[in-house]
């Protein structure tokens, strides 16, 4: 009886399987470049004369997968089991647009730029401030946000400037701009800086006194010093950025369609809304 | 100087020694021969406690070893005893076998333990092998080393378990020899063996046992020449 | 041609540019002191739990300390070493800096390894043969005597090789350390990862540590072959 049960539970698994795989469309909807996805089927090797299939969904023509890490409150977090959050607010309008389904996939931060750039997601949006070296790696869209990185710390933490980080242990998340900047031995010297995958592991071990400070972007540090109320931003701003989405490279169609919503958006004053909308959660 | 009472041992239901009374005096040594199965060397093994009787008693120089208050440890060092398959401690040399447990037991200095062990294996002839592993050498030299093992601990009484059983037999005379030159030096011995030929000349008294029982005991003489159990006389058959 | 310039390229990003390859030392430092540390851990624990357990199994006494090794076992065979390390680093040693971190996941893996190891050790125990401990016995030492001098030193001999595969396995095993920021091997890579956004960090990760573990594999097959080579000369 037991190996019936085993077998039948394993049918029911595989059959979800695939069904899962059935309603994800074709193969070639499921492309990364999905708005360049007709003009590939034209070059397929199988048979050329046979249109891209169509997809379960009657009002959208595919997924848009936006690859981010969910753990940047205003700009992308999780409450319940969604993320939610600006850049996803954005993110929907832009696939709203291009009348596809949007698709939300959490990763590291540090996965999602190789991500965009092998295809497993279209854009990548994750409060990502643009520099040269990830410029050379995909192609970021306007920039929708200016930002700057803040010292976060204990209230009663005696460091104020970014000179008093010299000879502390300073937390911040891998592959940000924090990261990158706090790891130049001449800017910072004397920092000792512990590289973490999640915010609220360097929040753990902040206010169990592991680490002395954290550096990161002003908003998410303002929602984390709301939650924590033993925690104060310092006034001094280390440097400012500003955020953009980021395609592959090359993906003109996609970096002009996000493009333009996001101009319209931004005339519209949109983004500021949905800024302020996830602040005052 | 060994009394045994009403000694019984069952393995589970096994009765293997089904009461045994016997008195070993200091100087004498004492074979104990019979079938297999008879209990001769459980019997053996009971008296230094390497089994644990079921029942009885067994009283080594006034002191009762069935008495778990007993410090066995320390008793032990007065009884030696020789296996037969030796046990040397295959990963120490030949002189750290010897001066191991006097050494440890803080009963002699290294030095003095070193001496005393050099003296023995000179009387064995083999001062050559002090630095060897047991591996290195031929059965009859293991065991004459076990037993000069068991002799540089000066013991009062020594137990031998079928000590030439395992061996070749061009080497089972290098050990017997050993064995007579102890006895004749008037050491306590109790040995269980099928050597005839070695009990008739050693032994002071020849046990026989049989299923679990001392059925007779004479002397040499006339153990061999007279047996009276029927079942002492068949196996006399066979074996002689 | 190309292919080879790319490769070069890669490489040279992966470990060149900007001293990455320090990321890499720090890694394999940290990897190696936490392997070494939790054999080293591991064995010790292990010859404590297998003798408690031999002793509680040949006398019956110590029922207590038997039954605690048992808890410990299962709940140690029970539960992955990533959630044991979590639970130690978070919640035990809570309030240890962050630089003790390799040490609490040496700690760590250490009593992980203990709880396996006591079973290979009582094996070893259980495998040398009764008529040394009963030598011994005769010659009027006691149980602790014995087992120290007598029995344990054959035992680890026969279950040396064993020792050797669980240290291979702990080497690997470290990988999961980074789960507390800790710079080990495969962190290296990954860190090294955020910087270039490709995955080619990972391919160094995975060869440094094919390396470090053909070269203690090799080690090993060497003192077997001696040990072999003793016991039949």
């Given amino acids: 009886m037991r190996r019936i049960s085993l077998f039948i539970a394993l049918a029911c698994m595989c059959s979800m399987a695939l069904t899962g795989c059935g309603s994800s469309g074709s193969a070639s909807s499921s492309l990364p470049t999905s708005s360049v996805a007709d003009a590939q089927a034209g070059s397929a090797d ?8 169509e997809v379960s969904s009657p009002e959208s023509a595919g997924k848009l997968i936006m690859a981010t890490e969910a753990g940047f409150k205003p700009y992308e ?29 959490h990763m590291e931060f540090s996965a999602i730029i190789p991500a965009v750039d092998s295809g497993k997601a279209d854009f990548g949006a994750a409060g990502m401030s643009i520099t040269e070296e990830r410029a050379q790696q995909v192609d970021f869209t306007v920039e929708y946000a200016t930002s700057k990185q803040v010292i976060l710390t204990k209230a009663d933490s005696d460091i104020q400037t970014a000179d008093d980080l010299s000879g502390k242990t300073v937390g911040v998340q891998l592959g940000t701009v924090a990261d990158l900047a706090l790891s130049e031995p001449e800017d910072f010297p004397g920092v000792k800086l512990e590289l973490y995958n999640k915010y609220f592991e360097a929040v753990n071990d902040l206010l169990s006194g592991r680490i002395d400070a954290i550096v990161l972007d002003s908003l998410p540090a303002q929602e984390l010093s709301k939650v924590n109320e033993s925690l104060a931003i310092r006034d001094e701003e280390i440097f400012t950025d ?14 002009d369609s996000i493009n333009t919503v996001m101009q319209r958006l931004m005339d519209e004053g949109k983004i500021a809304e949905f800024t302020t909308n996830h602040l005052e959660e | 100087m060994i009394a045994v009472n009403e000694l019984t041992k069952a393995f589970g239901g096994n009765k293997v020694l089904r009461g045994i009374n016997e008195t070993i005096e200091q100087g004498e040594k004492v074979v104990v021969i019979g079938p297999s199965g008879s209990g001769k060397s459980t019997f053996l093994r009971c008296l230094n406690l390497l089994e644990k009787p079921t029942s009885g008693k067994i009283i080594f120089e006034g002191y009762d070893i069935t008495d778990p208050a007993t410090d066995i440890n ?52 083999l001062s050559d ?30 137990l031998f378990d079928e000590p030439t059983s395992a061996l070749d037999p061009e080497m089972v005379g290098e050990v017997l020899e050993l064995m007579r030159g102890l006895a004749n030096e008037g050491m306590t011995m109790v040995v269980v063996t099928h050597e005839m030929g070695f009990a008739r000349e050693v032994a002071t008294r020849i046990l026989f046992m049989d299923e679990g029982l001392i059925k007779e005991q004479a002397p040499p003489a006339e153990f061999f020449s007279a047996p009276k159990n029927p079942r002492l006389q068949d196996f006399l058959a066979k074996v002689l | 041609m190309q292919f080879v310039d790319n490769f070069l390229t890669t490489l040279y990003k992966t470990v060149l540019a900007e001293n990455r390859w320090r990321f890499y030392l720090e890694g394999i430092g940290n990897t190696l002191m936490m392997t070494v540390g939790a054999s080293l851990i591991g064995i010790v624990l292990g010859i404590l739990i297998a003798m408690i357990k031999t002793h509680h199994n040949n006398s019956g006494k110590m029922r207590f300390l038997n039954w605690l090794c048992n808890v410990y076992t299962t709940v140690i065979r029970g539960t992955p070493v990533l959630v044991q390390l979590l639970i130690i680093y978070y919640m035990i040693f809570s309030s240890a800096s962050s630089s003790a971190a390799p040490y609490i996941a040496a700690l760590a893996f250490g009593l992980n390894s203990g709880a396996y190891v006591s079973e290979t050790i ?88 094919l390396v470090l573990v053909v070269a203690l594999t090799s080690v090993q097959r060497m003192i077997e072959r001696r040990l072999a080579a003793s016991d039949r000369s």
């Fill in chain 1, 46 to 53: 199988d048979m050329p004369d046979t249109p891209p299939v």
């Fill in chain 1, 77 to 105: 977090y999780y409450e319940g089991t969604d993320i939610v959050g600006v850049d996803v607010d954005i993110a929907r309008e832009i696939a709203k647009e291009m009348n596809m389904e949007l698709v939300v996939e």
């Fill in chain 1, 242 to 255: 500003v955020y953009a989405f980021c395609v592959k490279k090359g993906n003109t169609e996609l970096l």
């Fill in chain 2, 74 to 125: 320390k008793l032990r060092q007065k009884m030696g005893m020789v296996f037969q398959n030796f046990n040397l401690f295959p990963h120490l040399t030949v002189l750290e076998n010897i001066t191991l447990a006097p050494v440890t037991l803080e009963l002699m200095s290294r030095e003095s333990a070193e001496k005393n062990a050099a003296a023995l294996l000179e009387r064995i002839g």
């Fill in chain 2, 129 to 158: 092998k002090a630095g060897a592993y047991p591996r290195h050498l031929s059965g009859g030299q293991q065991q004459r080393i076990a037993i000069i093992r068991a002799l540089a601990m000066n013991p009062d009484v020594m």
């Fill in chain 3, 122 to 209: 009582r094996g070893g125990i259980q495998s040398v043969d009764k008529g040394q401990t009963e030598a011994g016995r005769s010659l009027g030492l006691n149980q602790s005597q014995t087992m120290r001098l007598i029995v344990l030193p054959q035992a680890v001999k026969n279950i040396l090789p064993a020792l050797f595969n669980e240290m291979i396995m702990l080497l690997k095993e470290t990988s999961v350390a980074g789960w507390i920021q800790v710079v080990d091997i495969t962190r290296a890579g990954d860190i090294v990862r955020s910087r270039m956004w490709s995955f080619s960090p990972l391919l160094v990760s995975a060869v440094i540590y």
